[in-house]
């Protein structure tokens, strides 16, 4: 397993910066938020990929992947009735598809839920058809597109393993899979994070984990204990990317980037 850090915590740092920061807390990558490159950081042009690629290759670092898809431009949904609204989430989805590629990075999470609303049966059909695009061109790059569970009541369209699970089967690509959120499974699935990650990893159908407290911030900056996770993941031969993904930062950014590492890292030690 490789650690990453969802770069928004540190964002308010210059880029190189948040590289050297991450590699220097041992970090093996960045899980980029294009929202942090700028409004149109999506289809940022070929000398704005290659400064990030330097800058990670510099540092020793990876880009893992990317996350929060369509937190910019502002009014993006994959739900909207409106066709042209539709067709530019889509056109954003799929060239955060190629940025990854183009960066190096090995997935990407949809999670937005803001611009994942469903009212109805339309609604959830259009997402489909997104997610349905979004994975052919995730195919052709050779990158997984993970449909992300996240917890009711900020999101109220795929909220469990098993829902995302059966779009997927559905959707029948094999770059479309899901991933484990924590915060979102610990609050969701039936049964123990832990016990979730054994259920659904031999399935194949897990392709990424970030681990946050159901305080929203970092794993051991809460009551969740993550011991167990870290030992299900090495249970069921789990080898991919591990990103912190934490949603309050406190002291700051890069104080919890620090005690996030330290404790997940002295995790995989206990358990290697």
Not at 3 to 16: A, G, K, M, T, Y
Not at 100 to 110: D, F, I, K, M, N
């Amino acid at each position: 397993m490789k650690l990453s850090l969802c770069n928004e915590v540190i964002r308010d740092l210059p880029f190189e910066r948040q590289c050297a920061l991450a590699a220097g807390l041992g970090y093996h990558g960045l899980e980029l938020a294009p929202f942090t490159l700028g409004d149109g950081g999506w289809r940022m042009p070929a000398a704005g990929r290659t400064a990030i690629r330097r800058a990670c290759r510099d540092a020793g670092l990876e880009v893992s992947g990317l996350h929060w898809l369509l937190a910019a431009p502002a009014g993006l949904s994959i739900t909207s009735a409106d066709r042209a609204v539709w067709r530019r989430s889509v056109d954003v989805l799929c060239a955060s598809v190629d940025l990854c590629a183009e960066l190096g990075g090995t997935y990407l999470v949809h999670g937005s839920p803001a611009q994942r609303r469903a009212s109805d049966a339309d609604d959830r059909s259009r997402a489909e058809e997104a997610w349905l695009l979004a994975g052919e061109r995730a195919a052709t790059a050779r990158v997984a597109y993970c449909i992300e569970p996240l917890a009711a009541p900020d999101c109220n369209f795929v909220n469990t393993l098993d829902e995302a699970a059966e779009i997927v089967r559905r959707l029948g690509n094999p770059a479309l899979r899901t991933m484990v959120d924590t915060l979102a499974a610990s609050l969701m699935e039936p049964e123990p994070v832990a016990d979730a990650i054994r259920r659904w990893m031999p399935t194949g159908l897990v392709a990424h984990v970030q681990l946050n407290d159901r305080n929203r911030r970092g794993p051991g900056q809460g009551d969740d204990r993550f011991a167990p996770v870290v030992r299900a993941l090495r249970e069921t031969g789990y080898g991919g990317w591990v990103a912190m993904e934490p949603f309050v930062y406190e002291p700051d950014g890069a104080t919890c980037a620090a005690r996030m590492i330290g404790y997940v890292a002295g995790l995989l030690e206990q358990h290697a």
